[in-house]
């Protein structure tokens, strides 16, 4: 019968439920995962009292419920899987080591007064982000860069996603502009005849529809380069240009389908916006790719997918995106070649500085940065 059935799922789950609570009570989490672990805790002993009310509502017996229990358990089930396969695994993975990243992603979450108080924890993997604010957030950094400084400011890139996610209906009504700006520009011209050309409607839609994905990448390319300057830039252009031919260009059938702007275009344009702030490694960072991309013999082509006279559409929309997500500026301060001082300097300081003496002693970099490290652990 179906009320054995559920009595038989819910105490599992309960099994389940309890048996990572007593795992997570194990766990000495640092200063900077004590939020995230408390609101973990918290969402155990909240689905273990939904399962316990289940199992109340079984004992008495009443077919009439049994569709609203069935319901509520598949709820539960849904949620503490979640919990359970991808956020706890934060806390049960923890190294001292991860400090260094916590206390940038902290700093970061403190800048904003929607990102604040969302918890936020570390896992290995591709550089990426978990950006659901209704539950502890969960950033991603490889797992050697999360021992040093140079690749810190892409987490920047990531914040940016959480921002988004924060203001999704604002966000997703300027990107909507933006795609029917570039539908617009994409619309078929006339002929000398005066009969219109008939252009690939589909692949016209297809690259529209691609704008969607494209322009929250370049909005989060835009939110590390406002808040990092320099160093994310150079963080950027450093991680992804020795990515081989897909990192200058892909194919139309592959644009199609992906997610991102080739980097070659990114780059270009976040040198473009560096230009607007007077950044000099603008110019210096776009002649690295152009060098790269020459030397393989690739000729930048991006199918149509993006042409020189969407700029000003995409700047604006842009530019919007930026003023309602509303990213922490970098300071004049924070590029400063001054040296970074731990007690009155901010993070962005300390990553510019690591990025101005790599690029100007490489060699001598690794004993800098490791008391650098040391100093803003402190």
């Known amino acids: ?81 979640l919990y359970n396969q991808r956020i706890a695994s934060v806390l049960l993975r ?42 502890p957030l969960i950033y991603f950094m490889p797992s050697s860069g999360q021992h040093g400084l140079l690749y810190l400011p892409l987490f ?26 570039i539908a617009a520009l994409l619309e078929p011209i006339f002929q000398r005849d005066g009969l219109p050309a008939h252009p690939d409607t589909e692949l016209r839609n297809h690259i529209v529809e691609r704008w969607y994905e494209w322009a929250q990448e370049l909005f989060c390319d835009a939110v590390g380069l406002t808040i990092g300057g320099p160093c994310f830039a150079n963080a950027f252009s450093m991680y992804l240009r020795m990515g081989g031919r ?9 644009l199609e389908l992906s997610e ?12 473009e916006r560096a230009r607007q702030v007077n950044l000099v490694e603008a110019d210096r960072l776009e002649s690295e790719w152009d060098q790269i ?16 006279r969407f700029l000003p559409s995409i700047r604006k929309a842009i530019d919007d995106m930026l003023t309602e997500g509303s990213p922490c500026k970098f300071s004049a301060d924070d590029v400063s070649p001054h040296r970074w001082n731990a007690k009155s300097s901010s993070p962005v300081h300390l990553l510019n ?5 790599f690029l100007n002693d490489p060699g001598g970099y690794a004993g800098w940065e490791e008391q650098a490290i040391a100093t803003f652990l402190q």
């Open 94 to 135: 923890y190294r001292p080591s991860d400090r260094l990243c916590l206390r940038i992603i902290g700093w970061l979450h403190a800048q904003h007064a929607r990102t604040r108080d969302i918890p936020a924890g570390l896992d290995d993997g591709e550089f990426g982000v978990w950006p659901e604010p209704r539950v």
């Open 260 to 271: 991102h702007p080739v980097a070659w275009l990114r780059i270009r344009l976040i040198a």
């Open 246 to 254: 897909g990192k200058f260009y892909l194919p139309r059938e592959q």
């Open 156 to 181: 920047f890139h990531e914040f940016g996603h959480l921002l988004y996610a924060c203001h999704r209906e604002e966000m997703d009504a300027l990107v909507r502009d933006l795609q029917a700006e």
């Open 353 to 357: 500085t690591a990025w101005s003496v």
């Open 293 to 308: 991309a020459a030397r393989m013999q690739i000729v930048e082509d991006h199918c149509g997918f993006y042409e020189r």
């Open 1 to 81: 019968m179906l009320s054995g059935i559920l009595r038989q799922s819910n105490l599992d789950l309960l099994r389940e439920i309890n048996r990572l609570s007593s795992v997570l009570a194990t766990v000495s989490a640092p200063t900077e995962l004590v939020t995230y672990q408390d609101m973990v805790s918290e969402a155990c002993r909240y689905l273990r009292g939904l399962i316990l009310q289940n199992l109340q509502y079984l004992d008495l017996s009443r077919d009439d419920i049994l569709d609203d229990i069935l319901s509520q358990t598949q709820s539960v089930t849904a949620v503490f899987r």
